[in-house]
């Protein structure tokens, strides 16, 4: 291999080798700690469960805009049904049935109508959004409103020795789990990387395309909808735009990953150590008191550093 | 110019020799016909003289002095202007914008477009083709297909100062009526008049014979007949296209086809054809012969289930697959037309590709996937089908056209199909791979698979089919035995010259 093609597979590892050095030197006492490792995993989790499930939809060469408003949305949904006096796990499932049902509209309009996932999920993102502002009533939902059994849990934590992994951290890695399985170990998942692969020859060669995207689409639905549950279970609030961050963070996450894997396609494991680049890189920058202004310019500056470095190896091939 | 001049024309992709040693002279005021079956070689040929695909090795004189082709730059240069079978417009600008597209926009003020400079000029360019019946203030894509290809030329003329000189077309007449292909000549006898030299690419005989000066005759990548047209006939440049030995290529028949309909279509019309009617019985192989474009790959896909379409198909007694999905559960199996657009996940490994349609077989209860299976199973097909590759891992792309092929061959048979349907199955394929793709095409049906099969190439049509359906102006004009059937006499069948009842 050439030194392009190896900086072009290995470049985002390195990029993330150097920058965790560059903290551990620089906060010695803070930053190589497992008590903040573990905190960062939960600063993530949402991120992390949103850009897992999306690695669904981008593995057939789709991607889902709406998934920030999906979030809210489901916080807001799950919220107001407290006030109503709904039993926390019924509300809760309610929230996630709307993430599935919204995911079930961008599956509709993307794989059966055909309009572009562009378009549709740009379009559905702003339905979404206005419909939180509306069940919400434009209010943010929170104090003696939310339960505490509900916003316990984010607080809760699983004891191990002396180390305390926060619930929310399991969830991601439970969703983790699941979306590996789905992809790289069914049938189901192989089909999708055959419809990213080329949409009409996997339809020819007997692919099920229109019902498989549909089902991916109620995926990143389902997960956005989690994701959206566990911020409010967090912040014990729900307001209607308190997920609209997620989307653009999720798809540079898959992004990074789709870097460094081998056929620069989207693998769930890439997508989380494109989570832990971005989460370690706030937490760093935090600790360092730089100006959160400035670490929007770092992402950005990484994720276009990230794919021109993927670039490399083909104007070598040239 | 006076003659511009190729000679010793090589060309390989890989190990497949697609030109070999072909020269061709076109002279001023000359229209030259090129002609050859599909996989010829005409497409790389003219890929070459725009200067898209180097050759591996040419000689090109203008008027004896020695110039380079290499891009499409130098062709430009040359004097050389294409009319493509797909035709460059921008549907969404007008007639004007497209003619000058290539042209510095005329201005007012150093940045206005100025719209009745525009306009007129490009009035003047249609005008030279007696084409004054197009607005150039219309829309591009409110034309006619004959129109837009006056747009096209009258671009071509007005592109630029170098003086155009030769004038390649590809199938100009495909998307034509009649009355259209009529003007599309008058123009080329005017260019003809000014001096220009044409080669003119067809697989219509009639107006080949009708408007060219000289023509040469493509078979396997070299030239098979090189000659003015008054030196020869029809039937001559069919015997020059179509000659190779029919016997020899093609393994034969080694069991009989077996009782009862594997395949039953009645009156099947989808696409450009309609009327469409046969039984086909294990292991018993059907060809479709047409002129490109009558319906075949159409056919094959409603029998699929992949395209609508009105008549009866039934598969094995039951009513036919209604998507592609149905299909390959119940045991069919289908090998695109365009393996890179339909057939291919090029990104994709080798092994993925082949175990696609059969992944939940080869899975636990459809749940969970084995990849050492599908591995095993990716390999063994592999080896059937006398795949050359490193590894079944390594991605379908970096395959030859052939082993590409293959793989979808091996996709095709990992289900051990009851019915096959291959549209095109040696298309672009080197001759080495095409014998394994006959051999296996044999082999599926002496384990009782029925085929359908359609393909341009008409000896192997001949040598590999029982029976032969001949597509006709959109219909199905008979259904002939394939034994004793020579190329020339079908291809005469398919272009109407001999009547298709009387053989069968």
């Known amino acids: ?86 039993p926390v796990g019924l509300a809760i499932a309610a929230a996630l049935g709307a993430g599935v049902l919204a995911g079930l509209l961008n599956g509709v309009l993307v794989s059966v109508l055909g309009i572009l996932p562009f378009v549709a999920t740009l379009g559905t993102m702003t339905v979404f959004g206005g419909l939180a502002f509306v069940v919400s009533d434009g209010r943010t939902i929170f104090g003696r409103d939310i339960p505490a059994s509900f916003s316990g849990f984010a607080r809760s934590a699983l004891e191990a020795g002396d180390l305390r992994i926060p619930a929310l951290t399991l969830v991601a890695v439970a969703v983790l789990a699941v979306i590996w399985v789905v992809l790289e170990q069914t049938p189901y998942g192989r089909r999708l990387y055959a419809i990213g692969g080329n949409i009409e020859a996997a339809r020819l060669a007997g692919t099920r395309v229109v019902k498989l995207r549909l089902l991916a689409f109620c995926f990143t639905g389902l997960g956005a909808a989690i994701a959206g549950l566990m911020y409010a279970s967090r912040v014990a609030s729900a307001n209607p735009t308190q997920g609209d961050g997620l989307m653009l963070d999720a798809i540079a996450c898959v992004f990074l990953g789709m870097t460094m894997s081998e056929e620069g396609e989207p693998r769930v494991l890439g997508t989380l150590l494109g989570v832990l680049l971005l989460g370690l890189l706030d937490n760093g920058l935090t600790q360092m008191n730089v100006d959160s202004y400035i670490r929007e310019v770092l992402v950005g500056t990484i994720i276009i550093l990230a794919v021109a470095s993927g670039r490399l190896g083909v104007f070598s091939r040239r | ?123 003047e360019a249609l005008a030279r083709f007696g084409a004054t019946h197009i607005d150039p203030g219309a829309r591009a894509g409110s034309l006619s297909t004959g129109d837009r290809m006056l747009t096209v030329l009258a671009g071509l003329v007005a592109a630029d100062d170098t003086a155009p000189s030769v004038f390649v077309m590809d199938e100009p007449t495909a998307a034509l009526t009649h009355a259209e292909a009529e003007r599309l000549f008058a123009v080329i006898r005017e260019l003809q008049a000014r001096g220009a030299a044409i080669l003119y690419v067809s697989h219509r005989m009639g107006e080949v014979v009708e408007i060219a000066d000289r023509v040469t005759v493509l078979r396997d990548g070299a030239v098979a007949l090189s000659c003015a047209m008054s030196q020869t006939s029809k039937e001559g440049i069919i015997a020059a296209m179509t000659g190779r030995d029919v016997a020899d290529a093609y393994p034969a028949r080694q069991t009989e086809p077996g009782q009862g309909a594997v395949l039953d279509v009645r009156d099947l019309a989808a696409g450009p054809a309609s009327g469409v009617s046969f039984t086909l019985r294990p292991g018993e192989i059907i060809g479709l012969a047409g002129l490109e474009g009558s319906g075949q790959s159409e056919i094959l896909r409603a029998i699929l289930g992949d395209m609508p379409c009105s008549g009866t198909v039934r598969h094995e007694g039951r009513a036919g697959p209604r998507s592609a999905a149905d299909a390959w559960l119940s045991g069919i199996a289908y090998v695109p037309r365009e393996r890179r657009r339909e057939g291919l996940m090029l990104s994709r490994a080798i092994s993925h590709n082949v175990v696609l349609p059969h992944l939940s077989r080869l899975s636990l209860a459809g749940l969970w996937s084995r990849p050492r299976a599908e591995r095993a199973e990716a390999e063994a097909r592999g080896r059937e089908v006398r795949l050359k590759c490193e590894s079944i891992g390594q991605s379908a792309g970096t395959l030859s056209g052939g082993n590409q092929q293959k793989v979808v061959f091996a ?54 089919s029982d029976r032969i359906l001949i597509l006709r102006a959109g219909r199905q004009a008979g259904i002939v035995p394939a034994q004793g059937l020579g190329p020339a006499r079908l291809l005469a069948m398919i272009y109407g010259d001999a009547s298709v009842e009387a053989a069968a």
């Open chain 2, 1 to 123: 110019m006076r003659e511009l001049k190729i000679s010793g024309l090589d060309k390989s992709y890989g190990p497949a020799r697609v030109l070999r040693g072909v020269d061709l002279g076109l002279r001023a005021g000359e229209v030259h016909a090129l002609m050859g079956e599909n996989g010829a070689g005409k497409s790389t040929l003219i890929k070459v003289l725009a200067g898209i695909v180097p050759a591996d090795a040419m000689r090109l004189t203008v008027d004896g002095a020695e110039h380079r082709l290499v891009t499409p730059d130098d062709a430009a240069a040359l004097g050389l202007r294409f009319v493509h079978q797909e035709l460059n417009i921008v549907p969404s600008l007008s007639v004007a914008e497209n003619i000058l597209l290539s042209r510095r926009t005329p201005r007012r003020l150093g940045f206005a477009v100025d719209w009745r400079a525009m306009k007129q000029r490009a009035g």
């Open chain 1, 1 to 86: 291999m050439t030194l392009a093609s190896h900086l072009r597979r290995y470049g985002t590892l390195l990029g993330f080798a150097a920058m965790v050095v560059f903290f551990a030197l620089n906060l010695p006492d803070t930053f190589l700690t497992a008590r903040n490792l573990l905190n960062v995993t939960q600063q993530v989790s949402m991120l992390a469960v949103v850009a897992f499930t999306m690695t669904v939809v981008m593995a057939m060469g789709d991607f889902d805009l709406s998934v920030g408003a999906m979030a809210s949305l489901a916080g807001v949904v799950a919220a107001t049904l407290f006030v109503a006096g709904w």
């Open chain 2, 411 to 464: 996709r095709a048979i990992a289900g051990a199909p009851r019915l096959a349907l291959l549209d095109e199955p040696t298309r672009g394929v080197d001759v080495g791979a095409r014998a394994d793709i006959y051999g296996m095409i044999r082999t599926l049906s002496g384990q009782g698979t029925a085929v359908v099969m359609a393909s341009s190439d008409l000896p192997e049509l001949i040598g590999l």
